[in-house]
């Protein structure tokens, strides 16, 4: 019984969180390189706690995009800090009042 409560406030509290996007503009060389290990494994972690719901980089543009659940910007502008290429960053963080797709819906029931 303890777990289905557990489980059932945390299923809440997700669903209660707002959702942000981040869109950062970044500029690279080699010892930026050097921390992009370390770097996902925290954006793996934050996904790992539904924090972070989408992760995207594009080398091309030096553009990355992060849709984050959070109380607020603050909260997401400290979890932004914690990660080894906060420094390189420039980014705008933007509250978000649609967020649908494919991994926001039920799975399509299929008869047998």
Same mark, same amino acid.
């Given at each position: 019984?303890?777990?289905?409560?557990?489980?059932?406030? /945390? *299923?809440?509290?997700?669903?209660?969180?707002?959702?942000? $996007?981040?869109? #950062?503009? *970044? !500029?690279?060389?080699?010892?930026?390189? %050097? &921390?992009?290990?370390?770097?996902? %494994?925290? /954006?793996?972690? =934050? #996904?790992?706690?539904? /924090?972070? @719901?989408?992760?995207?980089?594009?080398?091309?543009? $030096?553009?990355?995009?992060? %849709?984050?659940?959070?109380? @607020?910007?603050?909260?997401?502008? !400290?979890? =932004?800090?914690?990660?080894?290429?906060?420094?390189?960053?420039?980014?705008?963080? @933007?509250? &978000? *009042?649609? &967020? @649908?797709?494919?991994?926001?819906? &039920?799975? %399509? =029931? $299929?008869?047998?």
């Amino acid at each position: 019984m303890g777990n289905r409560i557990e489980l059932k406030s /945390i *299923f809440i509290r997700y669903y209660n969180m707002k959702r942000y $996007q981040v869109t #950062i503009s *970044f !500029e690279w060389d080699d010892e930026f390189m %050097t &921390l992009v290990p370390a770097h996902r %494994t925290y /954006i793996n972690y =934050l #996904i790992n706690k539904n /924090i972070v @719901d989408y992760y995207s980089v594009s080398m091309e543009s $030096q553009k990355s995009w992060i %849709t984050f659940n959070a109380e @607020d910007k603050h909260a997401v502008e !400290e979890y =932004l800090m914690k990660s080894p290429l906060y420094r390189y960053w420039k980014y705008e963080i @933007d509250e &978000l *009042f649609v &967020l @649908d797709g494919h991994g926001y819906r &039920l799975p %399509t =029931l $299929q008869m047998n």
